[in-house]
């Protein structure tokens, strides 16, 4: 299995900032995905998180609001733009296994006030 | 109707009692069923997978497959009060969706002593 860390834990932001949250998988993985995962609610899938090129979204997402870095199959970054108290949630980065299974990091709560 | 349906739940069982946890799809192309626990405050961890037609078994823990019927279940035996969590069915598409997972709302299990 992989073993994920992210960085923030936690952060509370003022509206109309960004922040940047990083993934570190400790061995490199084909695939990495950003989730948001609202109080309450299930997953939500933001986008998948391709090493060299732009992420692809899914429909509601959009990269000018959640850009998205991966310059290596070990680490990924997700910015949370021109953030409004909508944006509050827990943000969740994944990593694809050998076995084809995805690990989950333990997320980033953010809370924009 | 939604790609991954799970009952929300609570679903309440008495400690060493069988708990059924039950999923379905609508993508008949779906390839891989995985399973996360989910504790409060914690991020999703997963469980089980299963590729193929059938029953699997780790343990405590045994998934169901029937693809046909696009049916999946994870059965606990001898539930405990530490198996109390949100359990995650999770569905990963055809082989031409670039490996994303689709997760159903999550059944809420509550294990008493």
């Known amino acids: 299995s992989a073993v994920i860390s992210q960085k923030p834990s936690r952060d509370i932001c003022q509206r109309g900032t960004s922040l940047t949250i990083q993934c570190q998988v400790d061995?490199?993985?084909?695939?990495m995905f950003w989730y948001r995962q609202q109080p309450g609610q299930s997953l939500t899938l933001i986008a998948t998180a391709n090493q060299g090129s732009e992420a692809t979204y899914e429909s509601g997402f959009v990269i000018d609001k959640f850009p998205i870095s991966r310059p290596n199959l070990t680490f990924s970054t997700l910015t949370v733009s021109n953030m409004s108290p909508e944006d509050s949630s827990i943000y969740l980065c994944?990593?694809?296994?050998?076995?084809?299974?995805?690990?989950f990091g333990p997320g980033t709560r953010l809370t924009v006030l | 109707q939604k790609e991954v349906e799970q009952n929300s739940g609570p679903l309440s069982v008495p400690e060493g009692a069988i708990a059924s946890l039950n999923c379905t799809y609508s993508d008949r192309g779906s390839q891989s069923f995985f399973w996360y626990r989910q504790y409060s405050g914690k991020s999703p961890e997963l469980i089980m997978f299963?590729?193929?037609?059938g029953d699997k078994e780790d343990g405590r823990f045994t998934a169901q497959l029937n693809k046909a019927s696009q049916y999946v279940s994870l059965l606990i035996r001898d539930s405990q009060p530490s198996d109390s969590a949100t359990y995650l069915c999770a569905v990963k598409g055809a082989y031409n969706q670039g490996g994303k997972l689709i997760f159903g709302q999550g059944t809420e299990l509550s294990v008493k002593p």
């Open positions: 994944s990593g694809g296994g050998g076995t084809d299974t995805q690990y």
């Open positions: 299963i590729y193929s037609n």
């Open positions: 061995s490199q993985v084909t695939m």
